[in-house]
């Protein structure tokens, strides 16, 4: 059986952390193409970690990157 801790630490994927942040998925790519919000490369799909997505848009990394590809 998994921790509290180990669930909410796990890597999500583009269409996640999209979902998670409430933004769209070709806002998701531009910031990571541009490397501004915490992403990895795993393989071929990126992946994230929530907390560090959740540190970025506290610092107003979110606010302060906005690409103009939102649809």
Not at 11 to 28: K, N, P, Q
Request: net charge positive.
């Amino acid at each position: 059986m998994m921790n509290k801790s180990a669930m909410t630490d796990r890597w999500l994927s583009v269409v996640a952390i999209a979902a998670y942040h409430g933004d769209y998925i070709v806002t998701i790519y531009a910031w990571g193409a541009k490397k501004v919000m915490p992403t990895y490369l795993v393989g071929y799909p990126w992946k994230f970690r929530r907390v560090e997505v959740d540190a970025w848009v506290k610092a107003g990394g979110a606010n302060d990157n906005k690409t103009g590809d939102e649809v």
